[in-house]
């Protein structure tokens, strides 16, 4: 399967991008390189492969599956200990920025 210029102008506007005239041509070689590239992979026999193990070699029947269940996390520190200022359950933080510019004051 070969791309045209029709097809590049086609999926550019599916996309809504805006490919220039003299870019076509160039678009054009890469995507049929690349197209040309993914037939050469799919000869590849790949037959022999197991496609159940992970990187880690380990089978992914071993793998330890969690409760899919969520609450709130124990801290083993309370809030206190660590935040400089709490109030409700909340962290209380200094304002970083000033909607006045202090350039503006008037006697």
């Known amino acids: 399967m070969a791309v045209t210029h029709d097809d590049v102008r ?10 220039s005239p003299s870019r076509l041509d160039d678009l054009v070689r890469e995507l049929n390189g690349i197209l040309a590239h993914m037939e050469v ?20 029947a071993s793998t330890p599956l969690r409760s899919d269940s969520s609450g709130p996390t124990a801290m083993f520190l ?3 200990s660590f935040a400089p200022a709490t109030r409700d359950g909340f962290i209380i933080v200094p304002r ?7 350039g503006d004051e008037s006697p």
């Open 10 to 19: 086609h999926i550019a506007d599916l996309a809504r991008l805006g490919v």
């Open 41 to 60: 992979l799919a000869q590849v026999d790949t037959g022999s492969v197991k496609d159940d193990s992970p990187v880690t070699g380990m089978p992914l």
């Open 78 to 80: 309370p809030l206190e």
């Open 96 to 102: 970083l920025a000033s909607h006045d510019d202090p």
